[in-house]
């Protein structure tokens, strides 16, 4: 009896915890099922507390300032409104699309590998323009049309002086990853160069742990009504 009784309340907490996650997860999002396809083959099923602070904005196509650390789930804060912005479809022979913009070589190329994992069910291309990496390979990636670029600023501020026929005139979307760290690495010139080269129409969405007074400066200067979420 007892055993029965407690698979009973083992099944009930079970079957309780399914019916929470079902309520509040991802598929509550209304995502491209594509989309929603890579995400809960990644093993995520419930959106953090970022996710569900920033994604329903995102989503709604609003610019956005959120304070986020890393580990806390921004990175698909970013890449799932990003991939819903697009269509989750490769356009031939297009523009860039979408921008993310990060402090480091290493952080962009975690957040290439991690998109390319939620992309793995739609035609999205993504590419790497990062410093370190030779730049022939970055000609040939940037001539294969992709969708999306995860790039550091300086790098691709050199990509817009050194190939004639590359504009960002084509961006609907960016992204600025930890954007406290970006302006104390420097960029800040790179970035107001990068946001000019870039349509004033578009999304924009910062991530930063902290917000210094020259980042809120930009935000303001850079983003349109955006909503501040912490």
Known sequence: MSEGGGKGKKDSKKDGDK??????GFQTLGLPKELLRGILN???KVPTPVQRKTLPLALAGQDLVCMARTGSGKTAAFLVPLMVHLGCEHRPRGKVRAVVLSPTRELAIQTLRFARQMAKYTSLRAALVVGGDGMDEQFEALAACPDVLIATPGRLAHHLDEVPDFTLDGTEFVVFDEADRLFEMG???ELRRLMNAMPEQRQC???SATMPKALVTFAR????????RD
């Open 19 to 24: 019916k929470s996650a079902s309520k509040s």
């Open 42 to 44: 990644m093993g995520y």
């Open 187 to 189: 960029f800040a010139d």
């Open 205 to 207: 969405l910062l991530f």
């Open 221 to 228: 200067a850079g983003l349109n009504d955006p909503q501040v």
